[in-house]
């Protein structure tokens, strides 16, 4: 046998032994596509994002953010749970897709996590107004216009006191006094500042730089969390912090 038939017949036993793998994969591509359409779920293609958008928007809107689950979206666009993920990441990431949120809250929300609580207002201000600012701002602007005139006030309410607030709420809340009150305080406070710099233009304060924004309002913020709002809760949680306590 010459050299150039030997060289062929070697390259004729490579492609058949190469041939079983190729149609070992094609028949487990084959048996996915299968259990895909036995189980009902709709693998990763075209629409998949959208109907995952579509049952979180639903399900955030009716159940609110702590009583969502990935597993309930996912069941609700006949999708996997992994494919939720696959798209969104964290369900927190998720809300933030399903309002249209230009940036990710969880950089405002560690910095305040991380904040002493006898300066939680005045960094929750500065936080937050520096995102209004940033190059981000004026889609941030966007969505809270969407949000305030859309006609969908559950999924406002949840963005701001359960995704936003709740974090802040756990840190301040007492026996006496589970913060409820004090984070919607807030909420009213932050929403008029952004209403009044940013979409209405109020002057000096649309312009007012942010240290000076946060030394006149960040006392303000601090007292609805931490201070004395008139309630008899906050009255009894006042005294209670002015008590020595005993080992």
Do not use: N
């Amino acid at each position: 046998m010459s050299p150039d038939d030997r060289a062929a017949s070697k390259r004729t036993a490579a492609g058949r032994q190469e041939a079983v793998p190729r149609r070992r994969r094609r028949s487990a591509a084959v048996d996915d596509a299968e259990r895909q359409g036995r189980s009902g779920r709709r693998p990763g293609k075209s629409g998949a994002r959208e109907a995952i958008l579509a049952a979180a928007r639903a399900r955030f809107a009716e159940a609110g953010f702590d009583k969502t689950s990935i597993r309930a979206v996912a069941a609700d666009a006949c999708v996997d749970p992994a494919l939720v993920h696959h798209y969104f990441g964290t369900k927190q990431q998720l809300f933030a897709a399903v309002v249209e949120f230009p940036v990710d809250p969880e950089a405002t929300l560690s910095i305040m996590e991380a904040a002493p609580l006898d300066q939680l207002g005045a960094t929750i201000l500065a936080a937050v107004v520096g995102v209004w600012d940033s190059p981000a701002g004026p889609g941030v602007v966007a969505v809270v216009r969407s949000i305030l005139t859309g006609g969908e006030p559950a999924l406002a309410r949840t963005f701001v006191l359960e995704v936003v607030l709740e974090r802040v709420r756990q840190r301040i809340a007492t026996p006496e006094d589970d913060g409820r009150a004090r984070v919607a305080l807030v909420a009213s406070q932050m929403m008029g500042v952004l209403v009044a710099r940013k979409i209405i233009g109020v002057e000096p304060l649309a312009s007012m730089p942010i240290p000076e924004l946060v030394a006149a309002v960040g006392p303000t913020l601090q007292r609805y969390l931490t201070g004395d709002i008139g309630t008899a809760a906050s009255e009894s949680a006042a005294i209670a912090a002015t008590m020595p306590t005993t080992r």
